[in-house]
């Protein structure tokens, strides 16, 4: 059983998301919460597994939430997606930075909400192709120089092979296992030793924390 909690400070949405969510036989809604510190204490007292945790709130907001989730070691389990109006939306990136493990808008048709919590809770991560190479991609290269990189540091690709480099850049370009397995013309289960070591090296919690530690070491660059 998938164990989810609702972040969001509008009581009438964190309803709708309720219903959706307990229609489903394989996850249930364990708390709600209208900010930030509320959310994390419900994770942590309610043992979650999925956070859909809005960007905006009073007090403390989604993203300094998502931190403080990601960087508490007995919460190395729980994966957060970001709910967020607008896609192309800077505050995405710093969240991703913060640990989310991809995001979503709120405007998704419900299938693809119970997809998202699902492919969270399976420790991938939600990042399409074009929000990669594009959101992604262009607030990143806007980052501060020397500004640090989550989940590891620019020294550790060097503990990467060759290919785990290129399966990486793979990974940052928005590729499935099954898309980079026909790229190399290698098994999918090769694709997924090869990421799996990736993140054990780069200490990363996900594919989007790969993500983004392949853009900000300058590995992959936008518009490549």
């Not at 059983?1 to 036989?25: G, K, N, T, W, Y």
């Not at 969240?95 to 492919?119: D, H, T």
């Not at 399409?128 to 989550?150: C, D, H, M, N």
């Not at 480099?165 to 940052?172: F, N």
């Amino acid at each position: 059983m998938i164990r989810v909690v609702l972040a969001d400070d509008h009581a009438l949405l964190r309803s709708a998301f309720r219903v959706l969510v307990e229609s489903e036989p394989d996850m249930e809604v364990v708390g709600e919460a209208s900010d930030g510190v509320e959310a994390v204490r419900l994770v942590r007292d309610e043992r979650a597994d999925v956070v859909l945790m809005d960007i905006r709130m009073p007090g403390t907001d989604g993203i300094a939430a998502t931190e403080l989730i990601t960087k508490d070691p007995a919460l190395d389990h729980v994966r957060v997606v970001i709910l967020t109006t607008f896609e192309a939306d800077e505050y995405v990136v710093q969240s991703l930075r913060a640990g989310a493990s991809g995001f979503l808008g709120k405007g998704a048709e419900p299938g693809e909400l119970l997809n998202a919590i699902r492919v969270a809770a399976g420790g991938e991560a939600l990042l399409s192709p074009a929000a990669t190479k594009g959101l992604i991609g262009r607030f990143l290269a806007q980052g501060e120089p020397g500004s640090p990189v989550t989940g590891g540091d620019t020294e550790q690709l060097a503990a990467l092979t060759s290919r785990e480099r290129e399966v990486l850049a793979l990974v940052a370009g928005g590729l499935s296992n099954d898309e980079i397995a026909e790229r190399l013309d290698v098994s999918p289960l090769t694709v997924k030793t090869h990421v799996n070591r990736a993140m054990a090296k780069l200490h990363a919690r996900d594919r989007a924390q790969l993500v983004v530690i392949a853009y900000e070491s300058g590995l992959v660059r936008p518009g490549s």
